[in-house]
């Protein structure tokens, strides 16, 4: 096909992306549309069938793969058990009486509720928030918007979110420096957040009974989100330490599952989860769909990879001069607007962006250039008209994306502000 091998490999790869968010629309699942995009992508760039077939074998099989794949499931196995318990109701209720301001209240249950990924998490704090939120004389859209913005600000950083892992693996970054340089992030996300909610946020003081029997309880029912991340961390640097080789690669994900299977256990045992109620979970149909969603995306970008996809963009950029700062910020945002999911903006632009960092020479700053990737692509999945938090939440207070995007404004500009000012101090252009 010697067309279209002369056709810029950035044009190509854009066209795969269009390809992609066409088969969406047309409510082809996120797994198929990547599976697809994936063939196309090899085809398009001059692999054979054969070649097609072993790369998506190998990156199927890749340890980081069945790794990703497995602490995400085991995050849906964790997330469906407290659900079916009813503990994140009683988290919920028990977390009620800690704060004293009915206003505070009002962001910080969609807050807790994103400690714990979860699809379309953002409606379980929902009740609440409408609740709480008539109180304040909220309109719907600012109720919509409060639960979907306060839903997402742990999302840079939180170690239990598969965008985080997925970055870290892919950078080879360590988890720890990243949470502790990411952490910022949502610092200016709750900040930003308030814009719109000025005014609304004041009113009487709520006492809600004995703070202290309320801690208790309230830490009782946190507990396995405290297993998940205290032993994940501690299994993952341990393992890191003990593991050689090619275990050392998935040091941190094999601790994470380790961790994630003890909080599980811990929800069934507390909970006494009979037989039956365990396999309903481990048989829900979501969890084979995640897997395959994660798959999907690993092999689209192992096939960037194998196809030469990434160093013929990356060549192209250098080429045509084009700044390395701006593309970190446009090609994640506008990933991220298309698909709707963190991770497969993550798993698409990162190996491209990457590549592109070591041709610039600025290997040394990818860590930098990492936070301002995420936080950008981040800013373009809460625009997405495909995220199904906002579409959920939007559907329960009964508005339009149009009001509900009126809000995000501002504080999505106050973000992606500080991200880059943030990412020119690590930079140190400011200095």
């Known amino acids: 096909m010697p067309f279209i091998q002369s056709i810029p490999a950035v044009v190509r790869v854009l066209l ?28 398009i760039f001059g692999l054979g069938p054969i070649s097609i077939i072993q790369s998506a074998f190998f990156s199927l099989v890749h340890p980081k793969t069945l790794a990703l794949s497995g602490v995400v ?31 505070l209240n009002l962001v910080l249950f969609p807050a807790l509720i994103g400690l714990l990924p979860m699809p379309g998490g953002a409606i379980f704090s ?42 870290t693996a892919m950078a080879g970054l360590d988890i720890w420096i990243f949470i502790l340089f990411l952490f910022p992030l949502t610092l200016v996300a709750a900040a930003a957040g308030f814009w719109p909610l000025k005014g ?8 809600n009974g004995s703070r202290r029997a309320q801690t208790r309880a309230f830490f009782k029912e946190l507990t396995p989100v405290l297993i998940a991340i205290g032993f994940g961390l501690g299994f993952g640097s ?31 045992r507390v909970n006494r989860f009979s037989g039956e109620g365990k ?35 990356s060549e192209e950029f250098v080429r045509w001069r084009i700044p390395l700062m701006p593309i970190a910020i446009l090609l994640p945002f506008l990933v991220g607007a298309v698909v709707g999911i963190t991770i497969a903006f993550v798993g698409t632009t990162f190996p491209i962006l990457i590549s592109l960092i070591g041709t610039f020479g600025e290997s040394q700053y990818l860590l930098p250039y990492m936070m301002l990737a995420l936080a950008c692509g981040f800013v373009g999945v809460l625009f997405s008209p495909l995220h199904l938090c906002l ?29 880059i000012l943030y990412f020119l101090v690590l930079h140190g252009l400011v200095f």
């Open 200 to 207: 609304y946020l004041g009113g009487p003081v709520q006492l």
């Open 279 to 313: 396999k309903a979970i481990l048989l829900k149909p979501e969890l084979l769909r995640m897997f395959y969603m994660i798959a999907s995306i690993l092999i689209f970008k192992g096939m960037l990879e194998d196809s030469q996809a990434v160093t013929a963009v």
């Open 73 to 103: 499931c085991l995050i849906l196995v964790l997330s469906h058990s407290l659900e079916a318990a009813g503990q994140m109701q009683r988290l919920l209720d028990r977390f009620r009486g800690l704060i004293r301001s009915p206003g």
């Open 391 to 419: 579409l959920l939440t939007n559907e329960y207070f009964h508005t339009s994306l149009g009001p509900v995007y009126r809000q995000l404004l501002a504080p999505c500009a106050a973000l992606m502000i500080c991200s």
């Open 126 to 167: 929902a009740p609440m928030v409408k609740h709480l939120g008539a109180q304040r004389g909220l309109s719907a859209a600012q109720l919509s918007y409060t639960n979907y913005w306060f839903r997402h600000i742990w999302e840079y950083w939180w170690p239990l979110y598969p965008g985080v892992l997925l970055t």
């Open 238 to 268: 341990l393992f890191s330490l003990v593991l050689q080789g090619k275990g050392a690669s998935v040091a941190k994900e094999l601790g994470l599952i380790l961790a994630l299977m003890m909080a599980v256990g811990w929800v069934w």
């Open 16 to 43: 795969i992306f269009c390809i992609v968010l066409v088969a969406m629309r047309k409510k082809v699942s996120l797994g198929n549309a990547f599976m697809m995009g994936a063939v196309l992508l090899g085809l």
